[in-house]
């Protein structure tokens, strides 16, 4: 998963697609499929396709959510959060809590994914170590103030996407000079897929930034329903190329043991420019995630405090040259973000990251059905769909981080519906 800030100039589509794309690859892609591969075995690409295709739905639901919500509330940021702001007004204040807190919690292990992601690559010894630090120099760039341009988002896109389209060719091309691997073939089956799929909805993730662009985008409502699927395709197309040669040079039995799966190939190229190449690549995309991670988790978190849904304490912010810098969540989410790269493994973090989203991702859904406001190129049958969708996936993941997951957002349920908040002056616009 991965992110951008709010454009100020307004993009057009090919530039609102290329800003799509800079939220959707990112440090995943070096990650993600080595877990989905032992779950799906040589079927990889029937998940990633699936992964696909329930992003498609959920994005035009969250765009139409979006597209709702900035008419009605002109003054609303949107962003990552718009979901949160639809749930309070449609399913009530508690289900906005509900929406807000798995968000919160989506970008916060999205966030440890991709610090020990990092981890792996450059610091394999000690990856623990790198991924921490990452998140430290991540958070202190945010706590004074800098914000991540379009520009920056730019090249970190156009320069992972080069290498990852690269380790393609190198993959395909040393695969046939690989010695056979013994072991335990992968048998494909119908909720392996599914796992799989689960799984590397993590890559497809960003796809809420592009949704919630609005004003940053000419015409939105004409360029955002063309960006998103061109963005999702354009990403389904690199990451199908990714799988397919990885299972080519490893196989999905060796594929699903490795950690670190594009370093080993790219020593091929000698003199250390592959794996070189690689370590940066995965730097610049981790780094540029934990930036815009970090602040979107920050930014729901002092929302929420303003609107009485976390403790106020959230809320308290400084004022910097970029505007105001919520400190508090800044700090608290930092903390829990090293929290789960020092006690949390790679793979748990990936499953239990892909549920929250798909769970977020679920709810967004929903709320797009029960909108007034409709396109007629998004009709309510899209929108079940897309919540059927993501909760069929969610189910499949792995029962360990679906139940870690699920008890950490009941039991914020559960303490939010202890206190009585004081009901608001204010009657919130239907949507």
């Known amino acids: 998963m991965s992110g951008t800030t709010q454009p100020r100039v307004p993009l057009g589509g090919f530039d609102a697609t290329t800003a799509g794309l800079g939220s959707i690859v990112g440090a995943g892609a070096f990650v993600a499929f080595a877990p989905a591969a032992a779950a799906a075995g040589p079927a990889l690409g029937a998940g990633l396709g699936i992964a696909a295709f329930v992003a498609f739905l959920c994005g035009l639901s ?53 610090a020990l992601a990092f981890g792996a690559y450059a610091f394999p010894e000690h990856p623990r170590v790198g991924g921490a630090g990452a998140v430290a120099a991540m958070a202190v760039v945010n706590l004074l103030g800098f914000s991540r341009s379009s520009w920056v988002t730019r090249f970190i896109v156009a320069f ?66 063309i960006a998103i699927p061109a963005a999702l395709a354009v990403a389904f197309a690199l990451y199908w190329f990714m799988g397919s040669s990885m299972l080519a040079y490893y ?88 929290l789960l790269v ?47 969708g993501a909760l069929l996936l969610a189910l499949a993941l792995p029962p360990l981080s679906i139940s870690l997951t699920l008890i950490i957002l009941v039991a914020g349920l559960v303490v939010r519906l202890s206190f009585r908040r004081p009901r608001s002056s204010k009657t919130p616009p239907a949507l």
């Not at 003199?271 to 995309?285: C, E, L, M």
């Not at 929302?303 to 700090?331: H, I, K, Y």
Request: charge should be neutral.
């Open 62 to 114: 969250t765009f139409q959510l979006s597209r709702a919500v900035s008419r009605r509330l002109p003054e609303d940021q949107g962003g990552d959060e718009t979901a949160r702001t639809a749930a309070r007004i449609l399913l009530g204040p508690y289900s906005g809590f509900l929406s807000g807190w798995t968000l919160i919690w989506a970008l916060m292990l999205s966030s440890a994914v991709l």
């Open 251 to 338: 196989g999905a039995a060796a594929l699903s043991a490795e950690t670190a799966p594009l370093l080993d190939p790219m020593q091929s190229v000698g003199a250390d420019v592959g794996t070189g190449a690689v370590v940066i690549a995965v730097t610049a995309a981790a780094l540029g995630g934990l930036w815009s991670l970090l602040e979107s988790a920050s930014r729901t978190a002092s929302a929420m405090a303003s609107d009485r849904d976390l403790p106020s304490v959230f809320s308290a912010s400084r004022n910097s040259r970029t505007g105001p810098v919520p400190w508090a969540a800044q700090a608290a989410a930092a903390v829990v973000v090293l």
């Open 342 to 388: 020092v006690f949390g493994e790679l793979d748990g973090l990936l499953g239990m990251a892909s549920f929250a989203l798909l769970f977020y991702a679920a709810i967004t859904a929903v709320c797009a059905f029960s909108l007034k406001d409709r396109t007629r190129y998004a009709p309510r049958i899209l929108n079940l769909a897309g919540a059927a």
């Open 160 to 225: 992972v996407f080069s290498v990852l389209a690269f380790t393609v060719v190198v993959l395909f091309n040393e695969a046939p000079h690989q010695p056979v691997r013994v072991g335990a073939e992968i048998e494909a089956s119908v909720s392996g897929v599914l796992q799989a799929a689960g799984l590397l909805f993590f890559l497809f993730s960003g796809y809420t930034r592009l949704a919630t662009m609005g004003s940053g985008v000419r015409n939105p409502s004409r360029n955002l329903p």
